[in-house]
Nanobody, 124 residues
Framework: VQLQASGGGLVQAGDSLRLSCAASGRTFSNNAMGWFRQAPGKEREFVAAISWSLIGRTYYADSVKGRFTISRDNAKNTVYLQMNSLKPEDTAVYYC?????????????????WGQGTLVTVSS
């Protein structure tokens, strides 16, 4: 699976952004997908994940719960991260990731495929 993340940019606190991650290669619809982020000088951390199923069970880091929404469109081989009420502490490079199983995980080690990252900068 090859992943291409896009949609990052410079926004002000309180604004919204939607990140996209387009997948190609192997079958996308059988892969759980996740978003992670890495802020300057910090470790990469989990943001959100979605399982593959008709329901698409989702998981969120506490820091983004209620503000971010992960979704997927299997027909378009794309996963999205809708980010609302952005804060300066959301500034980071955001990475999408895929794993071979249908069940989403929250740990980086659970994901075998990674995109190149897209930068989100939130000014105060």
């Amino acid at each position: 699976v090859q992943l291409q993340a896009s949609g990052g940019g410079l926004v002000q606190a309180g604004d919204s952004l939607r990140l996209s991650c387009a997948a190609s290669g192997r079958t996308f619809s059988n892969n759980a997908m996740g978003w992670f982020r890495q802020a300057p000088g910090k470790e990469r951390e989990f943001v959100a994940a979605i399982s593959w199923s008709l329901i698409g069970r989702t998981y969120y880091a506490d820091s983004v719960k209620g503000r971010f929404t992960i979704s997927r469109d299997n027909a378009k081989n794309t996963v999205y991260l809708q980010m609302n009420s952005l804060k300066p502490e959301d500034t980071a490079v955001y990475y999408c990731a895929a794993r071979r199983t249908v069940v989403a995980g929250t740990r980086q080690s659970e994901y075998e495929f990674w995109g190149q990252g897209t930068l989100v900068t939130v000014s105060s």
